[in-house]
DNA sequence: GTATGGTAAAAAATCGATTATTTTGTCTAA
DNA sequence: TTAGACAAAATAATCGATTTTTTACCATAC
């Protein structure tokens, strides 16, 4: 029996944990805004309840402020803080990378061919992109994935959304994305090939270059 | 003016949040138990809003696990977790580390030196040696503190937090303390030194004993 | 003209009660 | 005796309303 289990499982009771996100990481929110907790109510239709305890958990996940009888807030954004998520996404994610191709079995093999296919294949004007952006997502959780670490995992997670926050800010460059994609496949070759060393390299540049974009996206004030 | 700024700033709301998580990384809890939130409420005296707040803050932090319909669960332990929480902090420490000594200033030495000296001062004794874990925390966050990454500071905090859970499983070792409050005075040494190698090193020593006693512990089931 | 104090409006946090879901216990039928 | 279904109890999740705190505005004094 393949009993489908939801994605994010164990939270799922509301949805609306996931909208909030997405909405957050998409920039669908300006950075330094407050919420105003009612107009999200009415706009997500949701009770107050769910609301808060989503806010809440956002809030400990890093994508919301808490200010303490002041409610929620967007975290302002700076260029010290780009720094840090790339630099750190850096190390953690060559560090998964390199752990997951000493680990990674025929099954993970399988599929990185197949969210590399996906990807290449998404169409990227559809709902604005958002399907491109859970694929991609989706790749590079699957790149690193058998590496061995849950707190890993989840730490790269956290910093890949905090990194998007600066990614997604301006609108979409087909020319960068070219680039980008090519490296994702390069990638997944290294990777099968069970080159550690250089598949580390690689992702270096590939994360270095996304950092020149969100930056110059960044500096864009947006 | 030296404002006092509360630990934990931002959520400081709740005083619930700081209680919880004390009592659920000092093991007051049994691991795999399920939480009865009328229970709770009534033990720390709070109404159900705000507790059910601070378990979903919990939930995404770590120290909780969020059932579908089901309430709230101490997570379990295992060795393999064990294991990897160890590891990462051995690498995320010592990254830290290693910049902390680079960057860190002369206000942060005496920070350090006053840090290593209430530690060494602590009543075990006291009140269930919580003031020596407090002041233990203390300390290594501030070997850390001047590292230049507000993220791996999270980390860092995060993975301490799980670390302890097996680490305080059972009873106090004074044998074994007094080791490890040795090696505290020496990473005080080296840093001042600013010797990032040999710090690094002893740290990676420094978590190798706590994780033989946090495994062994562990073991011996509590 | 600026600063201060007070009042009104807005918003956040919390409470008490209701609703929905899961778990437990019991009874019946094979 | 066991398995299954139903009912009852327990518990989690949610809602609507109340309380508390903050913010905005305005009047008055200096």
Redesign the interface.
Known sequence: MNKHIPLSA????SPIYDALRRDLVGGRFAAGEKLAINALKEHYQVGL?PL??AL???????LL?????RGFRVPKLSRE?LD??A??RT?LEG?ALERAIVHGDAVWEADLLAAAHRLKRADVSLDKGEEWERLHTQFHRTLVAPC?????L??IEQ?HD?FDRYRRLGPKMPSIRQELDEQHHQLVELALHRDGKAARALMDDHIHKSYEVALARYQAHA
């Not at 164990?10 to 009771?13: E, F, H, I, K, L």
């Not at 809440?56 to 890093?62: D, H, I, Q, R, T």
């Not at 402020?65 to 009888?69: D, G, K, L």
């Open positions: 164990g939270t799922a009771s309840s808060r305890e809440n958990k956002l809030a400990a996940y890093g402020i808490q200010e303490n009888q803080e840090d998520i630099r750190l190390e560090m061995g670490s849950v707190w890993l989840r730490f910093l905090q």
